[in-house]
């Protein structure tokens, strides 16, 4: 099999449009605190991620499909309550500490990936969103969202609530990467229960 003939893939959760719309209300408030150079998340790309896998064959998808399919996860909500700037990624994010059930399907996953040998992350897992990538200096301190509302200079500039996003689906995404950006592409779901 050529390398031609592989993917880049991640598992991940979609949002509601409702969740999306919020998320870009949360962009544009971010925006002028953010570098210029900074790209914002297209909306129909905003998701949470499960498992990132990497270069992903046609082979390994379908033991994927196979393995996910024979496993049984709950349905959730998780609540994502912080935004946070992660520096190795360039990302500005909003995120939250894993309920149980997210926990739990993360670990799944990761055993997924070790048993195909799948790319492995070197980090607990934290569910979050991106808002923005290639973001090259901090535009705060990582903080929960109710404290960006009351400093002196407030980043936010209208209140919102944390998050809760239904976790009540997996998708298999492709990530392609285009002369316009970067386009996630569902290649195969799995309801959760």
């Not at 979609?14 to 002028?32: R, S």
């Not at 129909?44 to 082979?59: D, E, M």
């Not at 109710?146 to 400093?151: I, M, R, V």
């Not at 809760?164 to 959760?192: C, H």
Request: a neutral charge; aromatic letters at 8%; proline letters at 6%.
């Amino acid at each position: 099999m050529s390398k031609n003939d592989s993917k880049r893939t991640f598992i991940g959760f979609p949002l509601t449009v409702k969740n999306q719309q919020g998320l870009i209300d949360v962009q544009q408030q971010l925006e002028a605190t953010i570098n210029p150079s900074a790209k914002p998340v297209q909306m129909v790309n905003l998701h949470i991620t499960a498992a990132f896998l990497g270069q992903t064959s046609q082979i390994d998808m379908q033991k994927i499909d196979s393995l996910i399919s024979s496993m049984s996860f709950k349905r959730s909500s998780q609540v994502l309550e912080s935004i946070a700037y992660w520096s190795n990624a360039k990302v500005v994010c909003i995120e939250g500490k894993a309920n149980d059930e997210l926990a739990h399907i993360a670990v799944k996953l990761a055993e997924v990936s070790r048993k195909l040998n799948l790319y492995q992350s070197q980090h607990a897992y934290r569910p979050h969103i991106s808002l923005f990538r290639q973001v090259s200096s901090p535009p705060f301190e990582h903080q929960p969202i109710s404290d960006l509302l009351n400093t002196s200079k407030p980043i936010m500039t209208t209140e919102f609530s944390p998050f809760i996003i239904d976790i009540d689906e997996l998708i298999l995404f492709e990530s392609q990467t285009t002369a316009a950006g970067v386009n996630y592409i569902p290649m195969k779901s799995w309801p959760l229960i």
